[in-house]
Each structure stands twice: as structure tokens, then as C-alpha cells.
């Protein structure tokens, strides 16, 4: 009962903030890494910029831009105002994140930009990241003029809350699956570990979307090939958040989820590049993330697998 | 802010955030900002469903009829997806069920504005559909033909 006892409080024990902020190796990447963040903010407005040239006749004004109807300004107007605020916002970025005024007009400018962007009928998703992690950013302490322990420990929190806002999704994406998948299996449908499961994902969405995908053809005639990545994805979404408290794997896990990604634009012929752009800036420039001394350390890392190991380690120390 | 009082809140965020997204299901996916995630994760079986079928749209008349898995060209002038519609086709298609003629209307008011000022015809139908073999064919079958519309736009 110890034992589990014990395994359980590991499982829980995230990082230790106070210890990396004790690293000044941590620090710095942390501080890079919220600067590459800004470092990439005007690509991301020439994104919003050359992305659309959205009609006029679907145009609703989601709730957080009603201020340009109370202010007169017509589709013409509200678009140019608002793409124009994020461009220049997103360049003054540039020389000024490290002040918090900026950083929380980049918030309200790109708040504003998804604003738009959701005001044709559907809410844009695929921008959530980037406004949690704005948001999150806003209450970043002053590390760069003024250092404490203190204000060391909650930088590296707030960038650790950061990754985690973009974790949580992935995770809840999976078990959003998972939740599917066996209610679909008591209703006796195909489900998500059926061996048709991708092929009439695949077909449907790629009728849907009317998108060209290279590999439907292939994944729609033989969706056996693909079955065991394809009854993967859900725990390996699932298991995102665990990425936060064994930080060592971020790396590994990102390069799944671009991999994922990857397979998502050939096999049905959807893009998430902003979300994946997100996972790559904030995982591979991780702060938290080191390398492994062995296998065996990668191997007590993984979720379930490194537990049972871990597990057996206790177990054979204590009966010998 | 303190590192302990920032650690309570956001952890009671995502606590929040995660109960709220997972008890998210069906159309309604959004409570902005949180979204549920739930992204492919219901397998789309052979079943009935709702779609259109174009007669007349951007002044073109269409014989047979064009179907909305065909209709791509036709919000590309608005740039939109016709993803984007097919919760809106789905919500026409169950008010004209259910005899709802208030929800009929705005259904096709939401439907109808991808159009602007063009005359667009167009029939809601149920389908029988298996994904796969509508992929491999080209074709479903056509259970019921709901209703022809057009829009109030025509010329």
C-alpha cells in the first residue's frame, strides 16, 4: 500500500518551479522563449491579413467587437481598423514585450482579430492557443529589469501555465474520443477502434470539406494499415497533460502532435498551422525540457509504462 | 501576484475549463472562449442525414441538381467553407420535420445569406448515406425530398 501510496504522490509531484528558478539556464530559455513568441507575432498578423477576403453578406459581429457598431464603422471600416491595430501592435512587439503595457495590447489586438475571424457563422477554433497564451503572458513579472526569486519562480510559472492551457486541449481531445469510441461501441456502431473507423472518418470529412487530401484514396481502400497509429491517437492525446509533469518528454510529445498533424493534412486535407506553430514555439524551446542520461529514464517517464516500471524497481528493492 | 495565489488560480482554471469542455457535446461545442475539443471523434456511420441539392445558384440552373458535396466553387466567393453550413443544413432539415416554422425561417436566413443578393433554389432532402461508399460512388439515395426554397432574392 506504501508503495502505491508513494507512486500515486509521484505521479502528482509536478516539477519543482522553485528548483528551475534556481537555473539560470531555465531563466534565460524561458526569457527566449516568450521573446520568440513576439518574434513571430507580425507572421502571424500577415497570416490574418492574407488569409481572407471574408464576404460582407455573412458578416455578424461576434460580442467582443459590438464596439464597431457602436461606433458607426461599417464591414469596410471594423475589418481595416482591426487588421490594422493587430499589424502595428504585432511589429511594436517586436522591441517592446518585455513591457507589460505591450503585451497586453497584443492580447486585446489579437483578442480582437479572432473576434473578427468568428464573426461569419462559426467561431474560429484553431486560435484559442494563441489567445490563452497571450492572455497568460499579459501577467508575466518584469524579469527583465528587475530579478527576485520570487518573480524568477512565477515567470517560469506563468510559461508552464502556458504550455499547460495548450496541453489541456489535446488532452481533452482525447478524451473526447475515447468517450465516443465507447459510446458508439455499446450503440453497436463502427467506433473508433473498428478497423473501418478511418476510412469513414476520412471519407466523410474529405466529402465534406472538398478539400483535396493525397492519402484519402489510399486510407479509405485499406484503413487496416493505418489502424494501430490511427487507435493510438486518442491516449496519446489523452496523456498531453502528462508531458507537464514529466517535462523531459515536451519535446518528443510535440513532434508527435506535428506528426499527427501532418497526417490530418493528407489524409483529410486540413490545416492547423497556427496551432501548430503554438505546440512547436512553446515545446521544442521549452524551458523545462532536458535531455535523458539513458533509456531507462525515458522508459520511468512515459505514462502507464514508466509507472509499472517504476513499480516493479520498488518492488524488487523491497523484496531483496 | 504571488507564485502560490497564481498557482490556485490557474489551476482552478483549467479545472473549470476542463469540466465545462468535456460536458460540451453535441452541436453546441462552444462557450466562448472555452471550446470542448472534440474533434473527430464521433466515426460518421452509414446513416440518415439532411443535405441540399442546388437548382439554381449565381445564375446558373443546375440539371440534375448539384450536390452540396459538390458545391465547393460555389462559397468561394465568400471564402468560407461549406463545412461551415452543414450544421445550419442539419438545423433546416430537422425544423422541416418538426413543422417548426419559426426555426424553418431563420434556418434559412442563416443558409440563404451565403447567397447575398444572388437568386439561389435550392431542395433540402434526407439521405441515406454511407460515407464510404458515397466516397467510392458518387452517389446516395435520396429517402425524401423535404422542400424546394428559394430565396427571397429573386429577380
Redesign the interface.
Known amino acids: 500500500m506504501s508503495t502505491l501510496l508513494r507512486l500515486g504522490k509521484n505521479i502528482l509531484s509536478y516539477p519543482s518551479?522553485s528548483a528551475f528558478a534556481q537555473d539560470e539556464r531555465v531563466v534565460r530559455v524561458g526569457r527566449t522563449l516568450v521573446s520568440y513568441y513576439y518574434y513571430i507575432m507580425p507572421y502571424m498578423a500577415l497570416v490574418f491579413l492574407t488569409s481572407?477576403?471574408?464576404?460582407e453578406?455573412?458578416f455578424e459581429p461576434f460580442w467582443p467587437i459590438a464596439w464597431t457598431a457602436w461606433l458607426g464603422l461599417d464591414f469596410a471600416a471594423t475589418t481595416l481598423t482591426i487588421k490594422l491595430f493587430f499589424c502595428l501592435v504585432s511589429v511594436a512587439a517586436i522591441f517592446w514585450h518585455d513591457r507589460r503595457f505591450m503585451r497586453v495590447l497584443v492580447f486585446l489586438a489579437l483578442w480582437q482579430i479572432h473576434a473578427l475571424e468568428s464573426s461569419?457563422?462559426?467561431?474560429n477554433?484553431q486560435w484559442?492557443g494563441w489567445?490563452?497564451t497571450s492572455f497568460?503572458f499579459t501577467?508575466l513579472?518584469d524579469l527583465w529589469r528587475k530579478e527576485s526569486f520570487?518573480s524568477r519562480?512565477?515567470f517560469l510559472?506563468?510559461i508552464w501555465?502556458a504550455q499547460?492551457?495548450i496541453a489541456?486541449?489535446?488532452?481533452?481531445?482525447g478524451?473526447?474520443?475515447l468517450?465516443?469510441?465507447a459510446g458508439?461501441f455499446v450503440l453497436g456502431?463502427?467506433?473508433?477502434f473498428?478497423s473501418?473507423?478511418f476510412?469513414?472518418?476520412v471519407?466523410?470529412?474529405?466529402?465534406?470539406?472538398?478539400h483535396p487530401a493525397p492519402l484519402a484514396p489510399y486510407i479509405?481502400d485499406y484503413p487496416y494499415i493505418f489502424w494501430l497509429p490511427f487507435a493510438l491517437v486518442p491516449f496519446f492525446q489523452l496523456f498531453s497533460l502528462w508531458i507537464m509533469v514529466r517535462p523531459r518528454l515536451q519535446k518528443l510529445w510535440a513532434s508527435g502532435l506535428l506528426l499527427l498533424y501532418f497526417g490530418i493534412g493528407l489524409t483529410m486535407g486540413i490545416s492547423f498551422h497556427p496551432l501548430a506553430l503554438l505546440v512547436a514555439l512553446l515545446f521544442f524551446c521549452s524551458p523545462f525540457s532536458a535531455p535523458y542520461r539513458s533509456w531507462w529514464e525515458f522508459v520511468g517517464d512515459l505514462p502507464i509504462i514508466g509507472q509499472l516500471y517504476e513499480y516493479l524497481i520498488v518492488h524488487r528493492r523491497k523484496s531483496t | 501576484?504571488?507564485?502560490r495565489v497564481?498557482?490556485m488560480v490557474?489551476l482552478a482554471t483549467?479545472a473549470l475549463?476542463?469540466l465545462v469542455?468535456?460536458n460540451l457535446r453535441g452541436p453546441l461545442q462552444?462557450v466562448?472562449?472555452i471550446?470542448?475539443?472534440?474533434?473527430?471523434?464521433?466515426?460518421?456511420?452509414p446513416d440518415y442525414r439532411f443535405t441540399i441539392e442546388v437548382l439554381e445558384a449565381r445564375g446558373e440552373k443546375h440539371n440534375p441538381p448539384l450536390r452540396f458535396?459538390?458545391?465547393?466553387a460555389l462559397f468561394e466567393?465568400?471564402?468560407?467553407?461549406?463545412?461551415?453550413y452543414?450544421p445550419?443544413i442539419n438545423r433546416l432539415g430537422r425544423a422541416l420535420i418538426n413543422n417548426n416554422a419559426r426555426e424553418v425561417a431563420e434556418a434559412r436566413a442563416?443558409l440563404e445569406?451565403?447567397?447575398?443578393?444572388e437568386a439561389f433554389r435550392y431542395q433540402v432532402v434526407m439521405i441515406y448515406a454511407d460515407?464510404?461508399d458515397?466516397?467510392?460512388s458518387g452517389s446516395y439515395r435520396v429517402v425524401n425530398i423535404l422542400e424546394e426554397f428559394a430565396s427571397d432574392k429573386q429577380p
Open positions: 518551479i481572407n477576403a471574408l464576404s453578406e455573412n461569419f457563422g462559426a467561431v477554433h484559442y489567445l490563452y497568460i501577467f513579472p520570487e519562480r512565477l510559472f506563468l501555465s499547460a492551457s489541456l486541449l489535446y488532452s481533452l481531445a478524451a473526447h474520443k468517450l465516443a469510441a458508439q456502431e463502427i467506433h473508433g473498428s473501418a473507423a476510412s469513414y472518418l471519407a466523410d470529412w474529405v466529402l465534406k470539406l472538398q479509405i | 501576484m504571488a507564485y497564481a498557482k490557474v483549467f475549463y476542463a469542455a468535456i462552444d466562448y472562449p471550446f470542448s475539443w472534440s474533434l473527430f471523434s464521433l466515426i460518421p456511420n458535396s459538390e458545391s465547393k466567393g465568400i471564402n468560407q467553407s461549406p463545412t461551415q452543414t445550419r442563416e445569406a451565403v447567397f447575398g443578393e460515407p464510404v458515397y466516397w467510392k
